[in-house]
């Protein structure tokens, strides 16, 4: 302390003279700030300074090396930016700069969910077109994320609503028809009235209403577009425990929930009016058996009360598509069907209640023999090889509908000719725009009679289906994209973004994916190795207890914060309250250019990623914004401080070494070491920023409490700081930036630190080689042990020796007993630590109970 308060003194006392030469030889940096105290305004200073150079992010797809791909899931442009946007994209974009100072090749791209009803509702309210409305929007998004200080690769921008992408959508839709994945069909769908379109199940909330417009949702019979998803259920659900997944957590569990164990096969049957002339209301049904084999032998078709055909039952019979026999339609309770079906296939010769359904529908049962379940494969085949299905399914899970009522969205590249049918648009005559659209008429590709145009669009899931791919080869206007590119790239390595989109989205992403794959376009079915799910952003809501009304904070007051007591402050009456979605009908949602403007661009990223883990809700407080603007403080301070000792050391005014200098240099070297382990393994392994950014705050407390000879003359004060500035510039990059060129200005060159380089171009810093990192071993899961290995030796340890070190340890040795071991994981953190588990036998109460007793008899006896 005594030795601080000396320092500070020296340094009031010659304020006018700090920096002279430092600012001669500091050729970037914000000259005019000299002061020891960073202020609002010279923050924003550096950032205004700094904001060209940290926005670089191009990524040199031709560029040997590792590549490693960080995408976040691209918005849909609603107009700004919200703070749950401000998140996402700054952990993406830490994520990003920390795998370059790595060394690594990224990709961080960035676009625009651009189509879909809301864009085109709002234009319609304003009285302009859509493009207008969605381009004001992108321009005015793009210009907040460019101030946030994102390293996007800019160049990789798309939109899908710009011809140049939609022209590849209808490329993937005409590839999906080709292989008799996309066809036509009536279904009973969800219909929106107010917006007059069509929903998808997952658009329909718990109420039966629209999630965007509220309205009742009615149910229509209408022809719609499918894509064929169950032709990839099995694949789909047995990729989830492919290997390649890292860090998936829960996401496994609900995408398996959302695809149902596949242990039946759908086949469609056609639908025939027994009435000369007239069409039924739906002419294929699709329905799933357990026993493909027990087709064969079907003698009738049950639906439910509910399903549109059941008023036309005595009118229609279904073909069995392998018999060719016709066999009528019956309605049956509702406890005759699996779950997810409103149909099924009656099979008396084998089931009890079939058997009594056609009796009371006097239907005549022959007595056939049974096929054997090798049959099963003959079906599957003839299904395939007919397009008729005959892929593992579930019984819930249904084929994608993807026609939408509406203008704003991809159109489908489809001609219904009178005499050929639908028939794709070839290749090479996309994109169908949207003003081809409105002319109704065009000519048939394959037979040139004059036909209509396709007016749904599609679904605009099937644009972010696959945006990712497009972001490797964006402006190739030849291909979708460069299969080699895809090749060196593919997986992307990190995925970002919120829980909401992990079903539905992610769903129909690895569909997509799994689909290119079988064309052999890209090389892992798979699209994403890792997730982070983030967290929502929180805001403070008040409602009034006894009428549910919501107010502004202004109008509450808080009595006791502590046990959510408050009350309106006009009628005094209970005020609840709680950390919810931020909203403007709660008037708890915050605007990240109000934010911006109070704090900075990088105390903002600070306060965003602090305090809570990525992947847990972050509740927005102003009291977690003094601890970063206060640590910014002394980061700067301490830069400062070093500065004006190292300035001071080349006018020959050097401190004397204390009888504790090689010690002080010891203690820095190990918290050096201490810190960067543990910041290095929350960024490359854990994610949870919160807990790096607390890793290297634990720095800066060690390197505050050094004294000023070390900090004037010792080379591992130095390897410390630059440490420090180099591990903050992910997170905070323009401070960094300001830091590490005053820093650099006076550090004496030596073979750890790039001085000549900005500290975006620095190598991440690394453990030494000497220092001692843990091997960590657990039993079961429960730490018991850890013993420290020099990290040359643990960094190249092998499961078999790192094995062999955990079954050595004593508490290891007296926690397993005689239990048997059944494996041992071992995961090695190269250059942070290893982790041992042994999976052994538990022991039941019984078995304890008696190892207890017997432990005590050996202590007796000893």
Known sequence: MILRQKLHGVILST??????????????GCREIREREITQDAKKSIENHWKEVVSRGEFNEEAPGEKHYVLSMFPYPSGNLHMGHVRVYTISDAMARFFRMCGKNVLHPMGWDAFGLPAENAARQRGIPANQWTESNIRNMKQQLQRLGCSFDWRREVATCHPGYYKWTQYLFVRLFRERLAYQREALVNWDSVDETVLANEQVDANGCSWRSGAKVEKRLLKQWFIRTTRFSKELLEGLDNPILEDWKDIVNLQKHWIGECDGYSFDFPILSCLPGQKP?????????????????????????????????????????????????????????????DVFLGIPTIREADKQLAHNAGIEIHTKSIPKASEAEEVIREARKLGIGGFPVSSKLKDWAISRQRLWGTPIPIIHCPACGPVPVPEDSLPVTLEMVQEEKAPCPECGQEGKREKDTMDTFIDSSWYFLRFLDPRNDREIFRKDIAGST??????????????????????????????????????????????MVMGKAFCVKESGKYLSESEVEIIDEKHNKAVERATGKPVRMSWEKMSKSKFNGVNPEDVIDELGIDTTRLVILGDAAPFTQRNWSRTTFPGMINWQRRLWMTVHDFCHLREEASAGRIISKSPEFAEEEAKISDARNFYVQGTTFHFRHTHMLSDAIRKMQGLTNSIRRVPQDVMQSSGEFQRALAAQIAMLAPIAPHFASELWVRFAAVAQKDEFVNLTDDVLQQKWPEVDQEYELGLVVKVNGL??????????????????????????????????????????EVVFYPGCRVVANMIVERSSGKKKEEAEKKQKVQQEQC
């Open 783 to 824: 730490e018991l042990a850890t013993e420290k290995f020099p990290r040359k030796i643990l960094d190249r340890m092998s499961k078999e020796e790192a094995t062999q070190v955990a079954l050595r340890q004593p508490k290891v040795i007296r926690f397993i007993k005689e239990k048997k071991i059944f494996s041992t």
């Open 490 to 535: 593919m997986p992307v390595n990190l995925y970002i973004g919120g829980k909401e989109h992990a079903v539905v989205h992610l769903y129909y992403a690895r569909f997509m994916n799994h689909f290119l794959h079988s064309l052999g376009l890209v090389p892992h079915p798979e699209p994403f190795r890792r997730l982070l799910v983030q967290g």
């Open 281 to 341: 209301p739906i002419s294929v049904l699709s329905i799933w058996i357990e026993r493909p084999e027990m087709i064969k032998i079907s003698s009738f078709v049950g639906v439910s009360p509910s399903h549109p055909l059941a008023a036309h039952c005595s009118n229609l019979v279904a073909v069995n598509p392998f018999t060719g026999q016709k066999i009528p339609l019956l309605v049956a309770e509702d406890s005759h069907f699996q779950p997810g079906c």
């Open 15 to 28: 304020q006018r003279c700090i920096f002279t030469s430092i600012y001669r030889n500091l050729s970037l």
